[in-house]
């Protein structure tokens, strides 16, 4: 059985970009959660992502976007890149939408943007 | 929006030293977790409690959920150099559908 990976591991890019960060959810798994992590601070919700579906979103601005595939990977795009967008970005996967379930978290990506 | 406080912020402390982390919030949660996260890694679950006044224990971690289900405690009896990094509790806030982490606990402990 396989973890949760995530690509890349690291990643910089500078103002106004645009960046596709990607997860791979744990085997059996359908449904993925996106977290923003800044230096000191603890995981803020960008939004899950339950059998293809958007099942619960964040206080995240529309250019943080998301996407599910058939195979339940999922891919965070965010577009207009900003300094603040700095960060360590997590995805977890759970079997089953909504809180009863356990989530396993990715080893992450961070993203620097100068 | 529900709020997860947790305090100390950080901590510092000799091996063997017990210590207690808190998890406060002025709102109802139906279920609580705890993670520990290293630094590089993402955060790994060491425990869910359900019940108000639940207590679980895990080797020398005792967890808490208060009786009305608006806090948690974790404390560690005899701290190891490896219990360093961050606490997180964390929470689903079913109102808004957004799953809530704490502020963060971190412990460092010294050999």
């Known amino acids: 059985e396989t973890g949760v990976t995530q690509s890349p591991t690291h990643l910089i890019k500078t103002r106004g970009q645009q960046v596709t960060l990607r997860c791979s959810s744990q085997?059996?798994?359908?449904?993925v959660s996106w977290y923003q992590q800044a230096l000191g601070q603890g995981p803020q919700f960008i939004f899950q992502?339950?059998?293809?579906?958007?099942?619960g979103r964040g206080n995240f601005p529309p250019r943080f976007s998301g996407l599910q595939f058939p195979n339940y990977s999922s891919e965070l795009n965010v577009n207009a890149l900003e300094l603040d967008d700095s960060a360590l970005y997590l995805c977890?996967?759970?079997?089953?939408?909504?809180?009863?379930?356990?989530?396993?978290f990715g080893p992450g990506t961070r993203l620097l943007v100068l | 929006t529900q709020l997860l406080e947790q305090s100390p912020q950080f901590l510092s402390i000799q091996e063997g030293e017990n210590l207690t982390v808190y998890c406060n919030s002025s709102?109802?949660?139906?279920?609580l977790q705890w993670y520990r996260q290293e630094p590089g890694e993402g955060p790994v679950l060491l425990v869910t409690v359900v019940t108000g006044g639940e207590v679980k224990k895990l080797k020398r971690l005792t967890f808490q959920f208060g009786d009305a289900r608006k806090d948690s405690s974790l404390h560690i009896t005899a701290a190891q150099p490896g219990d360093t990094g961050l606490y997180l509790c964390a929470g689903w806030d079913s109102g808004t559908y957004k799953y809530i982490f704490g502020t963060g606990t971190r412990l460092k402990v010294l050999a």
């Open positions: 977890a996967s759970s079997l089953g939408g909504g809180y009863q379930e356990t989530q396993y």
């Open positions: 992502y339950y059998r293809e579906e958007e099942n």
């Open positions: 085997s059996g798994h359908n449904t």
């Open positions: 709102s109802v949660f139906s279920s």
